[in-house]
Nanobody
Framework: QVQLVESGGGLVQAGGSLRLSCAASGRIFSINVMGWYRQAPGKQRELVATITSGGSTNYADSVKGRFTISRDNAKNTVYLQMNSLKFEDTAVYYC?????????????????WGQGTQVTVSS
């Protein structure tokens, strides 16, 4: 019903930069919150950053000042610019979208996740 397709992960040296993108498609009426979460080996999934349709942002303390989240509402796309990457940023990064799904009788809320993209930072 809704697909989230991520791109932009890869291998980078510590101190480097990467930009993640995530495009949502399908039976979308609107998207309230979009964001990024990450999961490192042996750890729980954690919030990285979120952004509302109005542009309000929220960041994990560990990435404040280094990562910037943005979105293009017309394209249903969210971005994560990651600068000054550290070894501890290594994880699988998952895109998230809080979607209002079109139905026959109106809309219904739906939490959607991407398949994940690997970010590896070498020390």
């Amino acid at each position: 019903q809704v697909q989230l397709v991520e791109s932009g992960g890869g291998l980078v040296q510590a101190g480097g930069s990467l930009r993640l993108s995530c495009a949502a498609s399908g039976r979308i009426f609107s998207i309230n919150v979009m964001g990024w979460y990450r999961q490192a080996p042996g750890k729980q999934r954690e919030l990285v950053a979120t952004i509302t349709s109005g542009g309000s942002t929220n960041y994990a303390d560990s990435v404040k000042g280094r990562f910037t989240i943005s979105r293009d509402n017309a394209k249903n796309t969210v971005y994560l610019q990651m600068n000054s990457l550290k070894f501890e940023d290594t994880a699988v990064y998952y895109c998230y979208a809080q979607v209002q799904l079109k139905t026959i009788i109106g809309t219904t809320p739906l939490d959607c996740w991407g398949q994940g993209t690997q970010v590896t930072v070498s020390s």
